[in-house]
């Protein structure tokens, strides 16, 4: 990735708070498979849902992994996000709740796979989410505040569709030797659904993933991405956290499976960066964060 393309998006990262209506909307997108977009899913949403906003979770993912993770009984479902991309069903048909209070999910299967030829060839096939989710919000009872986007390691057209629909983008970036690899593709494709199909589109933040700060490769990485992007990245790294990983496999969030673990501490930290960007009006007070804490690390 170039000067060109690094300066072209000093103006499209985020600069304050949603300005464009009660429910923010965050995709959250890489390429690169294997850098925390799911694990950054379903823990943001959980720590915002602890908060007491109400969340609802897009899995835009044919592996199904956001709502596996999450605990969703995926033999008994009778639609999922597939019928709403291909077969026009509208979506508060799919959603289902979750054990979390104020969290659902509008859950994938793996028949996601085939929904991108199968819509190919459609008139504005680019918008199909963004419309599905805006006519939910606009003229249903299913009010949330704050909708997370989990999108697949590729740049498909699923993936448009999460960045088409939504206000912000927030993109993980691991710590590892081939971290900046394909940024700049990442960055030239939501340069152009930005110009062309979403003229509202910000960067939320660069988050720093699987971070080990006993490495020094680790260590340099991590400078080297502040150094680049400077205050696009979050002040928090997510570290690297086997807590993490086990609570996706015990179908809780790191709040609930491990509330004392880095992975915990690390999610809390980055989702009250993300409520500062995007609802400033509902970050603690110095005195209140302790207590924030408490709540999100609580028995649900």
């Known amino acids: 990735m170039d000067e060109e393309i690094k300066s072209f998006f000093a103006p499209y990262f985020s600069q304050g708070?949603?300005?464009?209506?009660?429910?923010?909307?965050?995709?959250?997108?890489?390429?690169?498979?294997?850098?925390g977009k799911t694990t950054t899913a379903i823990n943001l949403s959980a720590a915002l849902a602890k908060r007491d906003f109400k969340v609802l979770i897009v899995d835009l993912d044919s592996q199904s992994h956001a709502s596996l993770g999450i605990g969703v009984d995926m033999e008994n479902l009778d639609c999922s996000i597939y019928d709403v991309i291909v077969k026009n069903i509208d979506i508060e048909r799919v959603i289902v709740s979750t054990?979390?209070?104020?969290?659902?999910?509008?859950?994938?299967?793996?028949?996601?796979?085939?929904?991108?030829?199968?819509?190919?060839?459609?008139?504005?096939?680019?918008?199909?989410?963004?419309?599905?989710?805006?006519?939910?919000?606009?003229?249903?009872?299913?009010?949330?505040?704050?909708?997370?986007?989990?999108?697949?390691?590729?740049?498909?057209?699923l993936t448009i569709n999460g960045l088409v629909a939504a206000m912000f983008v927030?993109?993980?970036?691991?710590?590892?030797?081939?971290?900046?690899?394909?940024?700049g593709e990442l960055f030239s494709t939501i340069k152009i659904v930005k110009e062309r199909l979403n003229a509202?589109?910000?960067?939320?933040?660069i988050l720093p993933t699987l971070v080990d700060m006993r490495t020094k490769m680790n260590r340099n990485i991590l400078s080297q991405i502040k150094d680049y992007f400077s205050d696009r990245v979050f002040q928090t790294a997510i570290r690297v956290n086997i807590a993490l990983a086990e609570a996706s496999a015990s179908k809780k969030s790191i709040f609930d499976y491990a509330p004392d673990s880095n992975g915990a501490k690390d999610y809390i930290a980055v989702t009250e960066e993300v409520i500062a960007?995007?609802?400033?009006?509902?970050?603690?007070k110095k005195d209140e964060k302790e207590n924030v804490k408490k709540d999100i690390t609580r028995d649900t």
């Open 17 to 35: 708070h949603n300005t464009h209506g009660k429910t923010s909307i965050i995709t959250i997108a890489n390429q690169k498979g294997g850098c």
């Open 99 to 157: 054990y979390l209070k104020n969290l659902d999910i509008a859950p994938a299967t793996p028949m996601l796979s085939g929904a991108q030829l199968e819509i190919a060839d459609l008139l504005g096939r680019e918008g199909i989410l963004r419309n599905v989710l805006y006519k939910m919000l606009n003229t249903s009872r299913k009010d949330y505040d704050y909708i997370i986007i989990d999108c697949s390691p590729s740049l498909n057209l």
């Open 170 to 183: 927030l993109i993980p970036i691991q710590t590892h030797y081939f971290a900046l690899e394909g940024m």
């Open 200 to 205: 509202n589109l910000q960067i939320l933040g």
């Open 277 to 284: 960007l995007t609802r400033p009006e509902r970050v603690p």
